[in-house]
């Protein structure tokens, strides 16, 4: 199977096609147009591979993404490229809008045109798989409930404002072209690879820099943890095995508030680094209170008994395994976070970053 992934050196994407070229013998096309986010260095350790290759695309530019179907000639779409950082997309809306909604419609139309062109048969097995965030929902009030497939959507920031403009972008090219479509909401990923600008990421390298760690508000925003691996996994059988025009909602079964994610940090951090930056005698002594943001969502959570029950998958990682994994990565690869923060990294150095 020949699989296009956009975004696929970003964090999640590179994910999804670290576990493809691993573990099936699918053929994988990343298109991705290495802004601050996407790293090819992500991919370094199935770079070599035969079955991988790269395109330096921008998924607004039509005429390239439509080469690109034309010549890769894909049986599945996992489109992943998106800006999705919520305090960027309050200081600058314009781009998630032109890259969220206005690069899923160009994707959509390479896509709808390129499906027209295939016979019965590879119409068949065809899929457009839109990944998207429960960050359409808006958020939760009450301990109780959970975000659903069939949950309203209220977004609350410019960035979940866009993704779900394209969600319903991706709905409609179903229902009025026939585009064979399934979508995906997740909850809130972390693993390695993460982006440093991340709350996970950046709370352990502020650590071991003994800088502050900073927290919104008071703290008690709660969120549903998903490890990016549980994620890939999930997505990969989703874009295989999912039921065209359904969307299925993915989570970790991980509810954390993000103060007890930081001292979660904090303590396996304590016990790991013996001798401490500062003088300090726990890290949680850097934690620090800012101002909250704009629309913060106080909840999210995902009931995720339809991918389950439909499709057989569940998260291996509870989030006390999933953040050791985590940390022990960053404490093992401080290569790899070294040249995203001093801005050397592969994409930036290649001289490919936009």
């Given at each position: 199977m020949k699989?296009?992934v956009?975004?696929?050196?970003?964090?999640?994407?590179?994910?999804?096609?670290?576990?493809?070229?691993?573990?099936?013998?699918?053929?994988?096309?990343?298109?991705?147009?290495?802004?601050?986010?996407?790293n090819?260095?992500?991919?370094?350790?199935i770079?070599d591979?035969?079955?991988?290759?790269?395109?330096?695309?921008?998924?607004?530019?039509a005429?390239?993404?439509?080469a690109?179907f034309?010549?890769f000639?894909?049986?599945?779409?996992?489109?992943?490229?998106?800006?999705?950082h919520?305090?960027r997309?309050?200081?600058?809306?314009?781009?998630?809008?032109?890259?969220n909604?206005?690069?899923?419609?160009?994707l959509?139309?390479?896509?709808?045109?390129?499906y027209?062109?295939?016979d019965?048969?590879?119409?068949?097995?065809?899929?457009?798989?839109?990944?998207?965030t429960?960050?359409?929902?808006?958020d939760?009030h009450d301990?109780?409930?959970l975000?659903?497939?069939?949950?309203?959507?209220a977004?609350s920031?410019?960035?979940?404002?866009?993704?779900?403009?394209?969600?319903?972008?991706?709905?409609?090219?179903?229902?009025?072209?026939?585009?064979?479509?399934?979508?995906?909401?997740?909850?809130?990923?972390?693993?390695?690879?993460?982006?440093?600008?991340?709350l996970?990421?950046?709370?352990?390298?502020?650590?071991?820099?003994?800088?502050?760690?900073?927290?919104?508000?008071?703290?008690e925003?709660?969120?549903?943890?998903?490890?990016?691996?549980?994620?890939?996994?999930a997505?990969?059988?989703?874009?295989?095995?999912?039921?065209?025009?359904?969307?299925?909602?993915?989570?970790?079964?991980?509810?954390?508030?993000n103060?007890?994610v930081?001292?979660?940090?904090?303590?396996?951090?304590?016990?790991?680094i013996?001798?401490?930056p500062n003088?300090?005698?726990s890290?949680?002594?850097?934690?620090?209170?800012v101002?909250?943001?704009?629309?913060?969502?106080?909840r999210?959570?995902?009931?995720?008994?339809?991918i389950k029950?439909?499709?057989?998958?569940?998260?291996?990682?509870?989030?006390?395994?999933?953040?050791?994994?985590?940390i022990?990565w960053?404490l093992?690869?401080?290569?790899?976070w070294?040249?995203?923060?001093?801005?050397?990294y592969?994409?930036?150095r290649?001289?490919?970053?936009?």
């Amino acid at each position: 199977m020949k699989i296009i992934v956009t975004g696929g050196a970003g964090f999640i994407g590179s994910a999804v096609v670290r576990n493809i070229i691993n573990n099936t013998s699918d053929t994988v096309c990343v298109v991705d147009s290495l802004t601050y986010a996407g790293n090819l260095e992500s991919l370094a350790s199935i770079e070599d591979d035969t079955r991988y290759s790269f395109s330096c695309t921008d998924i607004t530019d039509a005429k390239s993404i439509s080469a690109i179907f034309n010549d890769f000639k894909p049986d599945v779409v996992m489109h992943l490229a998106a800006e999705s950082h919520v305090d960027r997309s309050i200081d600058g809306p314009g781009t998630f809008i032109h890259t969220n909604v206005i690069g899923t419609f160009t994707l959509l139309e390479a896509a709808r045109q390129f499906y027209a062109s295939l016979d019965d048969n590879r119409k068949e097995t065809f899929r457009f798989h839109h990944i998207s965030t429960d960050e359409v929902f808006g958020d939760l009030h009450d301990k109780e409930t959970l975000f659903t497939e069939e949950t309203s959507y209220a977004p609350s920031s410019p960035y979940s404002a866009s993704k779900a403009g394209s969600d319903h972008l991706v709905r409609a090219w179903n229902r009025t072209y026939g585009l064979p479509v399934v979508i995906t909401n997740c909850s809130n990923n972390y693993g390695p690879y993460h982006f440093p600008e991340k709350l996970i990421p950046l709370i352990i390298l502020n650590a071991l820099a003994g800088k502050k760690l900073p927290i919104y508000g008071n703290g008690e925003q709660v969120r549903d943890w998903l490890y990016v691996e549980d994620h890939a996994r999930a997505l990969y059988t989703v874009a295989t095995k999912g039921k065209i025009g359904e969307t299925y909602c993915i989570g970790g079964h991980n509810e954390r508030a993000n103060i007890d994610v930081v001292k979660t940090i904090c303590s396996i951090l304590d016990r790991t680094i013996e001798h401490k930056p500062n003088n300090i005698n726990s890290f949680a002594e850097l934690i620090t209170f800012v101002p909250d943001r704009p629309g913060h969502d106080l909840r999210y959570a995902i009931d995720a008994s339809k991918i389950k029950r439909d499709l057989g998958w569940v998260p291996l990682e509870t989030f006390e395994s999933g953040i050791e994994k985590t940390i022990n990565w960053y404490l093992s690869n401080e290569d790899w976070w070294g040249r995203v923060l001093d801005g050397s990294y592969a994409g930036e150095r290649l001289g490919l970053s936009k």
